[in-house]
Each structure stands twice: as structure tokens, then as C-alpha cells.
């Protein structure tokens, strides 16, 4: 059996798809099915469908393959059986495997057949999905609107990403001033398209009941201030370039600082711990830098300061990183440290390159293996006849300018 981790988007339409929040779909599209149907066309049943319910899937995985979906932690969540292929996206039915694990309120998280049987027999349901709170106006306005249809209210928190158990709060102290209101978290990814986004909204709470619909208001994000958010300051470069003398020179000129954590990940101490039984090989040093984000991301995640230094020698494992970081709502600065390979190779302080110019050390960078180098480095810097003290002050001056430290 293939098995395949879905992104955090596909894992939300994939429980929507298990639960029946998105009937009558019971498995996903393919682009060219939702050309077909998106804002304009219907689904068998005749109901509207105005967003695609895709997922891209390696290119190897083709018609007949039965996938077993997995989340984060490795748990089996579904298989999906490939009908058909159109570009990376994979269309074909879902068949659970498992009752879902749920974190933080999972009380609250039901399927629309639950749901519908806890409300009233063929009365007026108000549905009010929520991706913020709602302030006293909205309050207002829903309650006025449920007394005038004599409607139960049904409070919809909109669960994805980091924010989510911050909605179910608002919504349960929502619910608080809307008595006899039930609150049902629903894992349903926020669309760009904000009339697209509607309209899934309006779709979902029907299935769960609705007659009524109303749409909370968008919340006011108002991003902290630079010192208060988490960093990763990330430098790449060949061995022998210098990051790591610089990247533990800003550790410490933090720490001398204080007012941010900082954590110091270097690539050959992450190696050795971390990521120890890795090899050289393209793949390893790929996930040897996934780790390494990792780890990184969950520091920023919770407002600390990371610095990492390994080699990243591929554009795409680095993006990779960045990803990482801006999805938990941190901030990532690139520091290329572009000493030549010339230079790198005269100081070799760890002899790697006479054992690579040897073939001791197959893949090694620089030699046998390429470096990409980045075209989007916040800074760059050659070490070559720059003394370790400049080099940190400018790496510390980026830094600064930017607001991450006073």
C-alpha cells in the first residue's frame, strides 16, 4: 500500500469529505472536474459546488493505486482510491480508516448527522460561521436575526492552523450571550477568494443543518511588533565559509544582549544528535535541513530566536524552510555567506576537501556535488579577509534594523 501525508489544507477537506460536511463529494476532484463544476456548474444531486476539493500526489501514483492518507504524527487517517489523474491533482473516494484523534476541544468537533439530530425537528437554524470573534455588533445582529426567524442558533467555529482553539474560545464565549446556541468546531481551510470562501461556508452549514446563514466577520489581524515574534536567521554556504564562527558570534552577541531565547542549531552538532545515521547522500542532507527547519520553525512558533548554520546547498530544501517558518508565523532571514570556494578550500580547517579531491568523500559540495547559491539572501557576505568581529555586526546590524532585538 502507498501511503501518502496530505498537507494541513487536504487533511481539513479530507475530514470535511470523511464526515459529510461536504456532501455530496465523497472524495476528491480532479482540476479539470472542478473547471467543470467551480461557480458555475452542479454535482450529481444538483447541488452547487463552487471550490476545488483537490490533492496533488507524487506523478508516480496513477490510476487503480490505493493510497493510505496519513496526518502529521503517522497515524492512518483514510485510503483514497485513484480514479483518474489530471497534472499533480488525483481524483477518487475516501473510505475512513479510523475515528479521527482530535487536540484541544475535540468535544466539540461532530460530524453534521450528529449535529442535525441535537436540533430542533423542522424548525429555522441559524448557522454563524466564525474565523474571529464576534464583536457586540455582530452579537447583536445574530441575536436579533435568530429571534426574528424564532431560530436556534448554531455557532461554527472555523478550526485550521494555529488560531483555531482561539476561535472556539470566541465562539463558547459567544455563546454565553446566545442562550441555547450550540457550538460545533469545524476544521474548514479559510480560500482566497473571499466569495468562493462564502460560499463554501454556506455549503458546509447547510449539511449541518442550516436554514440561515451567517457569516462572521473577518478578523482584524493585527501582526505583532518584530521583537515580540519569532525569527530564524538561517545562513547557508560551503564548509569552510565561515557561517558557523558567525552564527555562534550573533548567538552570543544576543545572549550578551538578553531579552530574546535564542537557540543555536549547527549543522555539524545536529548532525551528530538530531539527525545522527543520516548519510551525504541528496536525500539525507534534504532531510537533515527539513529537521533542521523543524525545529527552528516550532523555536519561532513560540516567539524564540533561531539561528542555524548548515551548508543547505539546494534552493528548493531552503524555500522548504521559509515555508516552515512563515506557516507558524514567524519571520526567516537568509544570510549567504558566499566566501569563494577558493578561499574555503585554502583554510580546510577539517581537511574534508583533500578528502574529497581524493574520493574519500563522495557528494561532497563544492567538489563533486553542487552548491545553488540563493538569490534571495537578505544578506551576503564574503569572510574572505573580513574579520569574525565585522562579520557579526553585520549579520547583528540586519537584525536590528529589522526590530527583532532593541
Known sequence: MIEWTPDARELADLELLLSGAYAPLTGFLTAAEVESVAGRGRLPGGAPWPD???????????????????????????????TERDGHHAAGPVEALDSPVYG????????????????????????VTMRGPLDSAALDDVAATAEELDAAVLL?????????????????KAAERLP????????LAPRE??????????????NYGA???????????IPGPPHRRGLVVFFTGLSGS???TIARGLRDALLERGGRTVTYLDGDVVRRLLSAGLTFSREDRDLNIRRIGFVAAEV?????????????????????VRAMVAEVGGDFLLVHVATPLEECERRDRKGLYAKARAGLIPEFTGVSDPYEEPEDADLVLDTTGMTVERAVGSVLNLVTSGGWIR
Open 52 to 82: 476545488p476539493i483537490t490533492i496533488a500526489l507524487p506523478d508516480e501514483i496513477g490510476p487503480g493505486d490505493r493510497v493510505t492518507l496519513k496526518d502529521p504524527e503517522g497515524a492512518a487517517v483514510a485510503v483514497l482510491t485513484v
Open 156 to 172: 461554527m467555529p472555523l478550526v485550521f492552523g494555529e488560531a483555531g482553539p482561539a476561535v472556539v474560545r470566541a465562539a463558547l
Open 211 to 221: 436554514t440561515e446563514h451567517y457569516a462572521g466577520p473577518a478578523p482584524v489581524t
Open 104 to 127: 484541544p476541544f475535540s468535544r466539540l468537533r461532530r460530524t453534521p448527522e450528529e449535529v442535525r439530530k441535537d436540533l430542533p425537528d423542522g424548525g429555522e437554524v441559524l448557522a
Open 300 to 320: 519561532a512558533r513560540h516567539g524564540g530566536l533561531a539561528i542555524c548554520a548548515p551548508i543547505a546547498p539546494y534552493a528548493a530544501t531552503r524555500d522548504e
Open 193 to 206: 477568494d473571499a466569495e468562493i470562501d462564502l460560499e463554501l461556508r454556506e455549503h458546509v452549514a447547510r
Open 180 to 187: 441555547g446556541a450550540m457550538v460545533v468546531a469545524v476544521p
Open 242 to 244: 565561515g557561517k558557523s
